[in-house]
């Protein structure tokens, strides 16, 4: 069961435990990204069933949980992939300066949208929270199943301009240690991934240059902080994931495993 298996690097999961044997089910907020998803995996021989939930409804968590118990029983793994950011959550740059920024319009501290903080910190944590909530509930009842959340490096030392998407990506990481050892005893593992820089669709929007495709300062800064001295590609999510979904780490619970490249290693 992995949630915002629509998008890009969820996405990517999905279809590898699919071409593994693992029948996945496809959640996404978005039904069309989900069903795009599942139907490449059955093309490709898996077993895969798409489901539009939006990860804060409790309620459609709940119908969603016993419509795929319903056909396959309760999840041996579930992947908490549904995440994100706003833009009016980030600030226009690194440090705040009195002056501001020439000609206006920068985004300070003090200018971020308050609705838009909470989407950022609800999306990220409550929408791990909730769906565990309610999935994992079958897992407890059989006294087995693997939980890997997905995290992020800026949850170790948070980034420049994102400072509440940070935050919530730490929130993720602390209730990734608190549930494990909460569901020790239960046969249920806890564990979590924390991706650096990916290049997506949406950070190659942002790290490059639209018309020249050049790197922006921000860009340069991230491969000179990264020792691997390159972006992740979503493949290289694969084998931790499998790793910590696994009895390959049957005595691994926990923890929160960086897949950056070195970054949250770097310092001068």
């Known amino acids: ?24 089910a496809v959640l996404d907020l978005r039904l069309d990204k989900a069903e795009a998803r599942a139907e490449s995996i059955r093309k490709s021989g898996g077993k895969a069933t798409a489901v539009q939930c939006d990860v ?3 309620e459609q968590l709940q119908r969603s ?44 501290f003090f ?15 409550f929408g791990t929270f909730l769906v565990t909530q309610v ?20 949850a170790f030392t948070p980034l420049t301009k994102v400072g509440p998407y940070s935050a919530a990506k730490a929130a993720v990481s602390n209730f990734t240690h608190w549930l494990a050892v909460h569901l020790s005893r239960t046969g249920v593992r806890v ?22 495709g050049e790197p922006t300062p921000r860009a340069k800064q991230v491969i000179a902080h990264t020792p691997l001295a390159r972006y992740g590609e979503p493949d290289d999510l694969i084998g931790p994931l499998v ?19 070195g970054f949250s290693s770097y310092t001068i």
């Open 191 to 212: 564990n979590a991934l924390a991706p650096g820089f990916f290049l997506t669709e949406q950070l190659r929007f942002l790290h490059f240059d639209e018309k020249t």
């Open 243 to 261: 790793w910590l979904l696994s009895d390959a780490s049957k005595f691994v619970t926990g923890v929160v495993v960086p897949i950056d490249g």
């Open 1 to 24: 069961m992995i949630t915002g298996a629509g998008g890009e690097l969820c996405g990517v999961m999905a279809g590898a435990l699919g071409r593994m044997g693992v029948a996945v």
């Open 65 to 108: 949980c016993e419509s795929i118990n319903a056909l396959w029983g309760p999840p041996d793994f579930l992947v908490n992939g549904a995440g994100g950011n706003a833009p009016r959550g980030s600030t226009s740059r690194e440090f705040h300066e009195p002056l501001g920024l020439p000609g206006g319009g920068e985004q300070t």
């Open 56 to 58: 804060l409804n409790q």
């Open 111 to 125: 200018d971020l949208d308050t609705a838009a903080v909470r989407q950022v910190f609800d999306l990220n944590f």
């Open 135 to 154: 999935f994992s509930r079958g897992m407890v009842t059989r006294g087995k199943g693997s939980i890997v959340n997905i995290s992020s490096m800026s």
